[in-house]
């Protein structure tokens, strides 16, 4: 999920932990200069192994750090899929997020960028998926919208919602081969030559403002509900995150004794939803909400979807084609293009925040070549089994590294694994199911303005006092939304004669994330303007690749299983661009990330 992209959690601890401490790189010194020593130093770096109890205790706290981001993305898919009233589906679809999302993990750990870094799905790709399921082919019934009379277990209700996910899967298997080509040919480097703070900001931006539509939706069913929710995150987030909480630990030396916990700042989403869930639950008991249907407030209770967890297995095992054969249109893959491109660029920053703070040197290029290529296959997958959505890096788990200072990524193959158990376990997805609406819409008036600011921030490495950044940041926002707006409420606007066209239009239109990433990506490479003024020299500087390869460097990215070691008998693989060069080899000299290297050149002539 998007959010910020540098952490600013050095400045705590969560953990009191004992142990191996290593030294941060150098880098980390740029994001707060007034950090202490202490606070630069790690309990476990990226290889280390923390003791089994500690491993899955910080894996299960990556897993329910990312609950809100895994589980607000079927919940939002489901309004335009027609399963507002249906909690059984819902559930399903949270179990198979959960499940591909722990697998994907376990690829990037093991085989891809190999830093601590938690895949899951992406509201990257969650804005062009919605702007394909509004168009006019995939409104939704209006007797899918009458609670008390629909019959989700018939045939012709689930045509309509497989249907509709077999389309969005077509798509996503289509764009997700696009990013496998591209970050394992190495034109990933290729790109990130264009695109800069001015580009990023209101891409990234008007994924969370375009999503104002579901907040304000699911918050208006009880307005009180949805702001005590929200009220109830800004509190453990903000006002209580400074205050640790005693906590029992039982360690050889001192035995059973009690150890501070930052507990407010590591899970204020699942705790503010549990309090409100609560308390849901002790107003329905009482019959303080309305049990009449058509009521305002209705749609708080606890007891609408109470069937749900009795009627979901204990275990369900998600598998590939599960909703049925996927469906391919234009319209819905030229639309998951535009957010896998967005979703590759916010994975690079991703990559190199996380090496900074679990203690690795900086990516080199074949480790981010590969990171981006197995993302790509966490996507695939993700089409594959049908989940609606893609996968891509968590920020908030890196930013989650600076505040335990656990750096190991022992602990995120924990996480995937316990995120596997989480998918394989219907009730527990049928349980999630069954949150309020309102309190849904509490949680999404935090996290979707937090993501709008996040992209915002971007702006920090460009020059916001000149009027060339300001004219096209302000244009590409304001475009943003205006466009999709109008283009919505006039769908038959777009008539070229072309069936084809037209829906690949729509989509494009209809996707403000797109819209805007778009004129500030022409705009700012076409009005002239210098590369310090354009913020591109502060975003290379901080984005750079500027590693070799050393032993250290090995360690941390070449292949396991010794794999790397038996790939270098064979000396043309050095010039693959995902394949570490042997140590023993000659080795490329230092060379930015924006700068292709000969192979890339070749094959970029070649396209």
Partial sequence: ?????????????????????????????????????????????????????????????????????????????SQGLCLQHD?????????????VSGICTLLQVTFGIRLPILQGGTFTLLAPSMAMLSMPEFTCPAWTQNASSLNTSSPEFVEVWQSRMRALQGSIIVGSLFQ???????????????????????????????LFDSA???????????????????????????????????????????????????????????????????LTTYNVLPAEPGQYGYLARTDLKGEVISQ??????????????????????VGILAGVISSMIESVGDYHACARLSGAPPPPRHAINRGIGIEGIGCLLAGAWGTGNGTTSYSENVGALGITKVGSRVVIVASGVFMVAMGILGKMGAMFATIPSPVIGGMFMVMFGVICAAGVSNLQYADMNSSRNIFIF???????????????????????????????????????????????????????????????????????????????????????????????AFSWLRYVPFCPPGLSSSLDPKQPLGTPDPGQIMIGVGL
């Fill in 1 to 77: 999920m998007t959010s910020e992209k540098e952490s600013n959690g050095l400045d705590n601890y969560a953990f009191a932990l004992e142990g191996r401490f290593c030294d941060l790189p150098e880098k980390a010194e740029d994001l707060d200069s007034s950090t202490d020593e202490d606070t630069n130093k790690l309990a476990y770096c990226v290889t280390d192994v923390p003791p089994w109890y500690l491993s899955i205790l910080l894996g299960t706290q990556h897993c329910l750090t990312a609950f809100g981001g895994i589980i607000a993305i079927p919940l939002i898919l």
């Fill in 87 to 99: 909690g059984l589906t819902q559930s399903f679809l949270i179990s198979t997020i959960f499940f």
């Fill in 180 to 210: 496998v080509f591209v970050g394992f040919s190495g034109l990933i480097g290729l790109f990130m030559r264009f695109i800069g703070p001015l580009t990023i900001a209101p891409t990234i931006a008007l994924i969370g403002l375009s």
């Fill in 216 to 282: 304000g939706s699911s918050a208006g069913n009880h307005w009180g509900i949805s702001s005590m929710t929200t009220a109830l995150i800004i509190l453990f987030s903000q006002y209580l995150r400074h205050i640790a909480m005693p906590f029992p630990k039982y360690s050889k030396d001192k035995k059973l004794h009690t150890s501070r916990v930052y507990i407010f700042q590591i899970l204020p989403v699942l705790l503010g939803i549990t309090v409100s869930w609560l308390i849901c639950y002790i």
């Fill in 312 to 333: 979901a297995p204990w275990f369900t095992f998600p598998y590939p084609g599960q909703w049925g054969k996927p469906t391919v249109s234009l319209a819905g893959v």
């Fill in 474 to 568: 302000g244009f590409s926002m304001f475009s943003g939304l205006v466009i999709p707006n109008w283009i919505l409420k006039n769908p038959k606007a777009i008539a070229t004669g072309v069936v084809e066209f037209d829906q690949m239009l729509q989509v494009l239109l209809t996707t403000s994330m797109f819209v805007g990433g778009f004129f500030g990506f022409m705009l700012d490479n076409t009005i002239p303007g210098s590369k310090q003024e354009r913020g591109i020299l502060a975003w290379n500087k901080a984005h750079e690749d500027d590693s070799c390869e050393t032993l250290e460097t090995g360690e941390v990215y070449n292949l396991p299983f010794g794999l790397t070691s038996s790939l270098s």
